[in-house]
């Protein structure tokens, strides 16, 4: 009785003083929030490199509406025709607003003393972001989207 009472007390101490699988219980505590991290950051690449190429579609979309700052199904054209996602998905939007010299808004009918007044075209496009991983959620993205202004001729 005493042999199976050392026994277990000797157990218990090489239990006590062991460090083995301590590795093993410390990667499944923290792995998980590693991988949380790192799905996150995965995530926002994917959405700065979308919302980068909406900017550059708005910027096609703008020049587009340098010649031509009336036309918007033309400009819309460009914009989804430079953008690789489908065009349902996309909200394009272009304005033309029109402002003298000195920065005071007219209508583009106007004249600034005389002068024709500067024609800025301001081209928008959005589409609601649809991410591979579940982590869209926790960072709070929901719609992507990319502007450009450039003067019209």
């Not at 589409?127 to 869209?136: E, I, Q, V």
């Not at 959620?137 to 719609?143: D, Q």
Request: glycine share 8%; proline share 4%; net charge neutral.
């Amino acid at each position: 009785m005493m042999t199976k009472l050392k026994t277990v007390l000797a157990r218990l101490d090489a239990l006590r003083i062991g460090n083995r699988g301590t590795f093993a219980i410390e990667h499944a505590l923290v792995m998980p929030c590693l991988l949380l991290l790192l799905s996150g950051a995965i995530d926002l690449g994917y959405a700065l490199t979308q919302s980068s190429s909406l900017s550059g579609a708005a910027r096609a979309g703008a020049q587009f509406a340098m010649r031509f700052p009336s036309d918007a199904d033309g400009i819309k054209d460009v914009v989804t025709k430079t953008l690789d996602y489908d065009p349902a998905t996309l909200t394009v939007t272009s304005k033309l607003a029109c402002e003298c010299e000195n920065g005071t808004a007219v209508a583009c009918t106007d004249t600034c003393g005389g002068a024709a007044p500067l024609a800025f075209v301001t081209v928008s496009v959005s589409k609601t972001y649809a991410s591979p991983l579940p982590t869209a959620m926790m960072l709070g993205i929901t719609t992507l989207s990319g502007s450009a202004v450039m003067r019209a001729n």
